[in-house]
């Protein structure tokens, strides 16, 4: 297996000799590259795979997020994004993104302030579209209404061990840590 660094626009192979599978493009029976990475040929199953040397900017559909709610809308729920879920955790984003949470990805209820595990769905434009719909992802953290403090996990509902006070969200199962 061959490695070399490939740089964005440089022609990485014919058509005819591999197939290419990762971050490149095909113009006029050429592949080229699309990123700064490094490109890996296999000349027995005639397969090039290139591999970005960064991580994208921006979370790609499927990645899980850890977003705060800033605000609730009459059609969705703006989130703040921060962070995305690594092999080792959460790993800190560069910049923290805007989120939208439409209400028909919303299997439950959130609390302005909670912060959330979701699932990107889309990244066309710069608010990040994500989902909680599947038993892992939903509220992470929640804090009480009426005197902010964290949440304890009673059953499927959240209440307050300070005031007594009840609230019913959307849990992530296994990842509610208070």
Request: with cysteine.
């Amino acid at each position: 297996m061959k490695k070399t660094v490939v740089t964005p626009g440089e022609t990485l192979a014919y058509v005819e000799e591999f197939e290419v599978k990762g971050s490149a493009y095909s113009v006029d029976y050429r592949y080229l590259s699309s990123v700064l990475g490094v490109a890996a040929f296999d000349e027995k199953t005639h397969i090039a795979v290139v591999r970005p040397l960064k991580d994208p900017a921006i979370p790609p559909p499927g990645s899980v997020a850890y977003c705060q709610v800033a605000g609730k809308g009459r059609r969705a729920y703006q989130l703040r994004c921060f962070a995305v879920e690594g092999q080792r955790g959460p790993v800190d984003l560069k910049y923290a993104f805007t989120g939208v949470l439409p209400y028909f990805f919303a299997d439950g209820e959130l609390g302005i302030g909670d912060y959330i595990r979701a699932k990107v769905v889309s990244t066309y434009g710069p608010p990040l579209v994500v989902s909680i719909r599947g038993a892992t992802y939903g509220s992470v953290l929640s804090r009480c209404p009426h005197c902010g403090s964290v949440l304890k996990r009673r059953g499927m509902a959240l209440y307050c061990p300070n005031c007594s006070t009840e609230v019913r969200r959307k849990i992530a199962v296994g990842h509610y840590t208070a």
